[in-house]
Antibody, heavy 120, light 104 residues
Framework: HVQLQESGPGLVQPSETLSLTCTVS????????WNWIRQSPGKGLEWIGH???????TYSPSVESRVTISVDTSNNQFSLRVTSLTAADTAVYFC??????????????WGQGTLVTVSS | DIQMTQSPSTLSASVEDGVTITCRAS??????LAWYQQKPGKAPRLLIY???GLETGVPSRFSGSGSGTEFTLTISTLQPDDFATYYC????????FGGGTKVE
């Protein structure tokens, strides 16, 4: 049974950089896309981007200039880095597994989410 | 970006009602569409993929239909556990979610 677990700081200062890690257990990191999604308090879901097991990335145009996603296949982990944080980046950050087959890229397993607050 | 628009944003219903939620894409996404259920404080749960495929373990009262730009999620007989917020998602070009429909 595949499980994902996010880890990282709960509080970050404005203008600083956020780093989150998602650890995958119960399955291989190969042959999937690994996604980051966030949800601002009381709001809907926003896809941030994904990374493949080979390290290929795609980002949402709305955050592309500030975001980096990377993968560490030896430790079954992938990571998110967001620079130049503002209060608008306060959100619950989820990681999720996505399909890699064209036409079937469903997000079938999700982490529980981690709340990140940007505040001084 | 492909914009996903859900309607209604809030839906009031009772147990055993039939419920339909609509999702419209700003451009053709084929059948690259999924539906998720989210409860407060929890991660989204996949219900439907490829517009009409029922994810393993999801009750058969959930069904999806549509293609191109118009999609629907139907709950045939609403159960107490179904009161939640539902999101559509396209994964044709990058990925994007609808604004959500709260079933209360």
């Amino acid at each position: 049974h595949v499980q994902l677990q996010e880890s990282g700081p709960g509080l970050v200062q404005p203008s600083e950089t956020l780093s989150l890690t998602c650890t995958v257990s119960g399955g291989s990191i190969k042959n999937y896309y690994w996604n980051w999604i966030r949800q601002s308090p009381g709001k809907g879901l926003e896809w941030i981007g994904h990374v493949s097991d080979s390290g290929s990335t795609t980002y949402s145009p709305s955050v592309e200039s500030r975001v980096t996603i990377s993968v560490d296949t030896s430790n079954n982990q992938f990571s998110l880095r967001v620079t130049s944080l503002t209060a608008a980046d306060t959100a619950v950050y989820f990681c999720a597994r996505g399909g890699i087959v064209e036409g079937d890229k469903r997000f079938d397993f999700w982490g529980q989410g981690t709340l990140v607050t940007v505040s001084s | 970006d492909i914009q996903m628009t859900q309607s209604p944003s809030t839906l009031s219903a009772s147990v055993e009602d039939g419920v339909t939620i609509t999702c419209r894409a700003s451009q053709n996404v084929g059948n690259s569409l999924a539906w998720y259920q989210q409860k407060p404080g929890k991660a989204p749960r996949l219900l439907i993929y490829k517009a009409s495929g029922l994810e393993t373990g999801v009750p058969s009262r959930f069904s999806g239909s549509g293609s191109g730009t118009e999609f629907t999620l139907t709950i045939s007989t609403l159960q107490p556990d179904d009161f939640a917020t539902y999101y559509c998602q396209q994964y044709s070009l990058y990925s994007s979610f609808g604004g959500g429909t709260k079933v209360e």
